[in-house]
């Protein structure tokens, strides 16, 4: 089955309804023999595609993963890249700001973990926990120092949803493709998730008394995440709403996503020049020289 990326994205304008879009689609493997060879062909091909990235310089490219808890953010980026050159990744989580962070402006701290060009940037989280977390739980203005006069409820969401999408935009105008991806997972998986990180031990260290509080304001974070999409999602830099209740099936969505980014990048490897091939061959003459002079 081939996985078409326009089926997962959001239109620029469209007003997102998370009810309406699945959790849960028909499996684009038939086994897991067949899910890990779909998979190792994908990851080959972008480890060719990041090869190239890498050596034409040209684009920086940006994959931003928001999600509820135990969505599997961590397992598709650990999975999706795990053919890529390290070299050529930087994978940042964003933690609560730190106090230094606090001092400046919500889009500050972020774009100093910005992906050069040649290379491939990834966040875990990002600067729209400022419009998911902190409207959930907008006490959390109050610790960030922001002036009174400029916290109104009633339109600092709209003016950072503003601010998101002028910097985005000015990102795209200078060559960063951004690419970010919504894994959306039912309450009911979530549940289960969190069992399972209960009863093996080796996963207890995933989960925390602070995961449960969240989960009671599930309501709440749908709503902010509709919002947020249905405000964000431009043609620069489109959200994609992967069905996450299937890991597997979310990481072959994932990594299809990505490739198809990647290609409309119509990269190619640097030309070599007259001059520059002038100069390889009167190094491969003195290789030569050396060659015979040891020999």
């Given amino acids: ?38 998979l190792k062909e994908y990851v080959d091909e972008l480890s060719e595609l990041q090869r190239l990235h890498y ?26 890249m795990s053919g890529i050159n390290p070299q050529g990744c930087q994978v940042f989580g964003f933690k609560p700001p730190s106090a230094d962070e606090l001092e400046h402006d919500f889009l500050w701290r972020t774009t100093q973990a910005l992906p050069e060009r040649g290379r491939i940037g990834i966040f875990n989280r990002s600067y729209y926990e400022e419009v998911l977390i ?60 969190f069992l399972d990180r209960i009863d093996e031990p080796d996963k207890n260290w995933k989960f925390s008394l602070a995961d449960i509080q969240e989960r009671k304001f599930w309501n709440q974070y749908m709503k902010a995440f509709e919002e947020c999409l249905s405000a964000t999602s431009t043609s620069d830099a489109p959200w994609y709403v992967v069905p996450a209740d299937d890991k597997k099936n979310a990481r072959l969505i994932i990594s299809a996503i990505v490739l198809d980014a990647f290609k409309d990048l119509n990269m190619a490897y640097p030309k070599t020049t007259a001059k520059r091939r002038q100069e390889l061959e009167s190094i491969r003459k003195q290789l030569i020289k050396d060659g015979k002079s040891s020999s």
């Fill in 1 to 38: 089955m081939k996985i078409k990326s326009k089926d997962f994205r959001v239109q620029e304008g469209e007003q997102v309804d998370l009810k309406k879009w699945p959790t849960l689609v028909k499996p684009v493997y038939k086994s897991k023999k067949k899910y890990k060879k779909h």
């Fill in 55 to 80: 050596a034409s310089n040209r684009y920086a490219v940006l994959l931003i993963f928001q999600a509820m808890d135990a969505a599997g953010k961590d397992g598709s980026i650990r999975h999706v």
């Fill in 134 to 193: 902190v409207r959930v739980h907008p006490e959390i203005l109050q610790t960030r120092n922001i002036p009174d006069q400029l916290v109104n409820e009633e339109t600092i969401w709209t003016e950072r949803y503003r601010s998101i999408v002028d910097m985005e935009k000015h990102l795209h105008r200078n060559g960063t493709r951004i690419i970010k991806f919504f894994l959306h997972l039912s309450k009911e998986e979530q549940r289960k998730r």
